[in-house]
T-cell receptor, first 111, second 112 residues
Framework: GQSLEQPSEVTAVEGAIVQINCTYQTSGFYGLSWYQQHDGGAPTFLSYNALDGLEETGRFSSFLSRSDSYGYLLLQELQMKDSASYFCAVPNRGGGFKTIFGAGTRLFVKA | EAGVAQSPRYKIIEKRQSVAFWCNPISGHATLYWYQQILGQGPKLLIQ????????DSQLPKDRFSAERLKGVDSTLKIQPAKLEDSAVYLC??????????FGPGTRLLVL
């Protein structure tokens, strides 16, 4: 089967660094995407990793290790507005074209 | 650039009634997706269109859900008859690449 696992909740303080992990089990793996969703809002795209290594975009970075079927999203200099749910997602182009989303990690940023 | 538009934003119906949702994707995006998101869960793909053809509808409950994308642009998703468990947010997304999807604001459906 195909699945993604990520922690349900993470809490951190303003200004800190937090890492949200995602492990996956899929067929036809091509890469790992990350989305942010604020309460009542729509998911917004953050990053995509097709190759192993770290991709940096401002305060957010995303990492992929294909050999370990593992990735993470790193958020630096946390701000209150970063409180949201974060989803990892796998665009699956093998045997179908579904994008499979993880259940999401709810990040709480405290002052 | 205008984003993905959806309507209505909210809908309350009674079970066994029918409901329809509309989506207008970002101009030029060939791929359109309908997702169902239940509170506390990730989005679940219901149906994916490439232009006006269906690419994947394996998770669409076809006995009650239907969707179409006429002329490869706008799309409608219909539920008939609705069940209590259909209460969810229905998200439309579009993309030119599957790994980068742009979501609309969603329709919050409550079935009583």
């Amino acid at each position: 089967g195909q699945s993604l696992e990520q922690p349900s909740e993470v809490t951190a303080v303003e200004g800190a660094i937090v890492q949200i992990n995602c492990t996956y089990q899929t067929s036809g793996f091509y890469g790992l995407s990350w989305y942010q969703q604020h309460d009542g809002g729509a998911p917004t795209f953050l990053s995509y990793n097709a190759l192993d290594g770290l991709e940096e975009t401002g305060r957010f970075s995303s990492f992929l290790s294909r050999s370990d079927s593992y990735g993470y999203l790193l958020l630096q200099e946390l701000q209150m507005k970063d409180s949201a749910s974060y989803f990892c997602a796998v665009p699956n182009r093998g045997g179908g074209f579904k994008t499979i989303f993880g259940a999401g990690t709810r990040l709480f940023v405290k002052a | 650039e205008a984003g993905v538009a959806q309507s209505p934003r909210y809908k309350i119906i009674e079970k066994r009634q029918s409901v329809a949702f509309w989506c207008n994707p970002i101009s030029g995006h060939a791929t359109l997706y309908w997702y169902q998101q239940i509170l506390g869960q990730g989005p679940k793909l219901l149906i994916q269109f490439q232009n006006n053809g269906v690419v994947d509808d394996s998770q669409l409950p076809k006995d009650r859900f239907s969707a179409e994308r006429l002329k490869g642009v706008d799309s409608t998703l219909k539920i008939q008859p609705a069940k209590l468990e259909d209460s969810a947010v229905y998200l439309c997304a579009s993309s030119s690449r599957q790994e980068t999807q742009y979501f609309g604001p969603g329709t919050r459906l409550l079935v009583l």
